[in-house]
C-alpha cells in the first residue's frame, strides 16, 4: 500500500473535534451537568439523529430550511435533527398514553445545522436540554423548577452566571392593547434588536408597523425595563391595563415564589428577554456568563408542544444549555486552565527484564481503581520518563530486577520531584487518598 | 391548530429508541463500560457523525456500500459513519505528529447502516470501542491489554463471558504452505461459515478454490482446534513448518503470558474464530455470553490503520461490544428484572395549602443529593399516590398543613407500607444511607 495514492486525512468543514486533552474537560462538563438533571429526577432520553423530514419539517409545513441535512434512502425522506425539542415533541405524541406526566425529561445530544461556518458556530454542536411536558395543564412551578435546574447546572460547574427573565404576555398585553397583534411576531423581531440598533432606526421600524412614536417608545421603555422581580412588579402595575398584560404580571409574580423556594438565587427580570423562537408564550429567560453577558442559554414555556402530532393539549417549559459554545468560552477565557486533564495518575516505568513484574503491579493498581499505565513499548527509560511528563502523570514507579527482588520501590511525584522508598501496599494506599 | 391535519408522530424504520425506564438501564450499562476504559487510563474521543465520502469510503476505492448513507450538500459528498475505527484512523494520521503513543483511546457513538431491518439488527446502533494505537510498532502487550480490558468490562456488569482467541497467522501459514496465497480471503470466507455448512459442502467449496481433499480436511481439522492456549500450542507444535504459521503460535504463547499478568481468566483458544474484517493480521478474539454461545463483541489487531491516509506504519489492537445488541439480549434474559429503574428516592405528597413548604423540603432533599420528587401539580391525594406507585418510588412523604405545623413527617416506605412519624432530619439521615 505503501506506493499507492494516500487520501488527505480531513474532517468536514465546521464539524467540531476536540484533542483528547480538551475532550476529557469537555466529557467531565457534560457528567457534571447530567447528574445535575438525574438528582432533580429527570429521566434521559435518546431519539435518533434521524427523522422522517415529514416530522422535522412540520413547523414549516415540510419547507426546506437551506440549513438542514436532508436526503432520501430508499423511500424515506429524512433529516438529521436541528434541534432537540422536535424530536421530543414527536416522541411524547408517539407515547402520550403510556407516559407519567408531567414527563420530565433530558437529553444530551448533537445536533445539525449546515450553516456557513464562523467564530463560535457549528455544523454539529451538543445541545443539553431539560424540559418538563405536561398532560393538559402544567402548573407555574414546573417554569420555576426549569429555570431553578439552569441554575444549578452552572454552580456544578462552579461557573457564575445570571438568569434574567420575562414572560412573554407582558409585552404581547401590550401590543394586543394598542392593536397590534396582527403584527407580533414583525413587532418582536424589532425589539429584539434593540441593543445593536440606534433607537432612531428602532422608531422608524416600529412606524413601519403602524405604531405611532409614543407607543412606540412606551414599548420599547417597557422593553428595557429589568431588576428585581418585585420591584419591576410594582413599578409596571399601572403601566397598562391589557388582561394579558396582567396576566403576565401573575405569572412572573408567582414564577418569583416558587424560584425562591426553590432556591434559585442568580436570576432578575428582563422585560427584554424575547428568544428567537416563536412557540415561547409565557416565561422565557436566558443565561448569561456574569461580567461577560455572553448568553450561554435559556428557555421557555410553550403552551402546545405536540399540536402538530396531536389534538391532545401539551404544555411544556424547558431548558437547554449550548454547551459547545460554553465550552468554547471557558476554554479561552482560562476556566480549565487550573484543572489538569489527568488520565493517568501513577506510570510504571519498566524495562525488558521486568515486563512481566510490571504489567502484573499495573494489574494491582487498576483493581484497586488506580489510573495506572505501564509504558511498555520496547523504549529507552530517557524516552518513557519524557512521556511521563508530557502526559502530566502524578508519579512514577520504577521497576527494576533490584525492586522486583527487594519489593521496595522508588516512587517519584512528578509535580515536585521528590522521592520515596515505599513498599507496594504503602503506595497503594497513598494513591488511594489522591482519588 | 386544533381544526388543522395531523401529522401521525413516528420514528423511522429500524432505528432504535427506548422508553425512559429502559432508557435508564441502556445509561448505566454505558456508564459502567466507560468507567472501565476510564480506569484502563483510555481518553476518549467524539468524532463528527458525519464524514467525507472520500474518507469513509476509502478502503472500497469510494465505491459505496448500499448500506451507507450518503448525501451531499453544497459541493460536499458525505456519509454517517458506519463504525468508530475509520474516523479513528482518520483522526490519528491527522494528529500523529501531536499524539502521544501507543495512543489508547475509547468512543461509544452511534453507526449507522441502512440494512433491512431485522431481530436486533438496527440502522442506528451504539458501539462501544477501544483501541490502542501505536507508531511504527506495538507489542504484543497491548493485544493482551485489550482483550483484558473487553473481559473487564463485562466483569463490571457481573455478566460471564467466554473469550475465544486465534491468531490470524495460524491458518494464514497454513494456507501459505500450501500455496493458496491467492485465494485466503475466499478460504476464509468458507471457513468462516463451518458451523452453519455441512462438512460435504465445506469440501466442495475448498476443492472449487483447488485445495485438495487432504489438505482441506487437515485446514478444517486446524480451524476446529480449541481449548486451553499451553494445550493448544503443544498440540499444533508439529503441525505444520511454515515461518508464518510458527510466529502465530509465538505470538499466542506471548499473548498468553500477558493475559495472565493481566489478570484475564476467561480465555481460551479457538483457532475457528476468524472474524469478518480482513483488516485482522494477527490476534483475533470474539466474546460471548458464557452458557449461550451469543456473540456480543469482539477485535484484533491489525497492522496498518492509517494505511490509506500515510505512509507511516501504524499497527494497532481494539476491541469493540455491541452494546446495543447486548442490552437486548440482556433485557430478554431478565438481567434488569431485579434492577429497579429507580429516578425517584422519595416522593413528596402535597396539597394546594402547602406548595410552597413542599418546594422548600424538596429543595433541601436535593441539596444533600437525594433524588426527591413533588407531585406539584393540582390533583387528588389519590391520584398522586397512585403516581408514586407507578414510577416506583420507594418513599413517600405526605406533606399537610399539620405536618408544617408539628415540623414532624410521615415517611411511608411503599415497598412493605410501613409507616414512621420523623423530623425532617431525621428522614434526611435515613434517606442518605440510601444512595
Not at 439523529?49 to 430508499?74: H, M, N, P, Q
Not at 417554569?143 to 439552569?150: H, N, S, V
Amino acid at each position: 500500500m505503501n506506493n499507492s495514492t494516500k487520501i488527505v486525512p480531513r474532517k468536514l468543514k465546521g464539524f467540531w473535534e476536540l484533542m483528547p486533552k480538551e475532550q476529557i474537560l469537555f466529557s467531565s462538563l457534560l457528567n457534571s451537568i447530567e447528574q445535575v438533571f438525574k438528582n432533580n429526577c429527570f429521566v434521559p432520553l435518546d431519539t435518533p439523529v434521524l427523522e422522517y423530514s415529514e416530522i422535522l419539517l412540520a413547523k414549516s409545513g415540510g419547507e426546506v430550511d437551506k440549513e438542514i441535512y436532508r436526503f432520501t434512502k430508499g423511500d424515506a425522506d429524512m433529516c438529521m435533527r436541528y434541534d432537540l425539542t422536535v424530536p421530543l415533541a414527536r416522541f411524547v405524541a408517539m407515547h402520550k398514553d403510556e407516559l407519567s406526566f408531567p414527563f420530565k425529561r433530558y437529553q444530551i445530544g448533537k445536533v445539525y445545522r449546515g450553516e456557513r461556518p464562523q467564530k463560535g458556530r457549528f455544523r454539529e454542536f451538543y445541545q443539553c436540554d431539560a424540559d418538563i411536558i405536561g398532560s393538559d395543564t402544567l402548573s407555574m412551578v414546573a417554569d420555576a423548577e426549569c429555570i431553578a435546574l439552569f441554575e444549578k447546572c452552572f454552580n456544578a460547574l462552579g461557573i457564575e452566571v445570571v438568569i434574567e427573565i420575562s414572560n412573554r404576555k407582558i409585552i404581547a398585553g401590550f401590543i394586543e392593547e394598542i392593536n397590534k397583534n396582527d403584527k407580533i411576531n414583525e413587532i418582536l423581531i424589532v425589539l429584539d434588536k434593540l441593543e445593536k440598533i440606534s433607537l432612531e432606526d428602532a422608531l422608524t421600524e416600529l412606524k413601519e408597523l403602524g405604531i405611532d412614536n409614543e407607543n412606540s417608545e412606551k414599548l420599547i421603555k417597557l422593553t428595557k425595563m429589568n431588576g428585581k422581580i418585585d420591584n419591576l412588579l410594582v413599578n409596571l402595575k399601572d403601566f397598562c391595563q391589557n388582561e394579558t398584560f396582567k396576566t403576565g404580571l401573575k405569572e412572573l409574580e408567582e414564577l418569583n415564589k416558587y424560584l425562591i423556594s426553590f432556591g434559585a438565587k442568580s436570576f432578575v427580570a428582563n422585560i427584554g428577554v424575547i428568544r428567537g423562537h416563536n412557540y415561547y408564550t409565557g416565561t422565557v429567560f436566558e443565561g448569561f456568563l456574569k461580567n461577560q453577558h455572553l448568553a450561554i442559554g435559556g428557555g421557555g414555556r410553550f403552551e402546545n408542544l405536540c399540536g402538530y402530532f396531536t389534538d391532545k393539549n401539551m404544555p411544556g417549559v424547558g431548558m437547554s444549555i449550548g454547551v459547545t459554545r460554553l465550552f468554547d468560552l471557558l476554554l479561552q477565557d482560562g476556566y480549565f486552565d487550573k484543572v489538569k486533564a489527568r488520565d493517568i495518575d501513577i506510570a510504571i516505568i519498566n524495562f525488558d527484564e521486568t515486563l512481566n513484574q510490571s504489567l502484573e503491579l499495573l494489574t494491582k493498581f487498576r483493581e484497586q481503581g488506580i489510573k495506572a499505565e505501564c509504558f511498555y513499548e520496547n523504549k529507552s527509560f530517557k524516552s518513557k520518563m519524557k512521556e511521563a511528563n508530557k502526559r502530566e502523570v502524578k508519579y512514577v514507579l520504577i521497576v527494576g530486577e533490584d525492586e522486583i527482588k527487594t519489593q521496595i520501590f522508588t516512587l517519584k511525584n512528578m509535580e515536585n520531584s521528590e522521592q520515596e522508598k515505599l513498599s507496594f501496599e504503602e503506595i497503594i494506599k497513598k494513591l488511594k487518598n489522591l482519588a
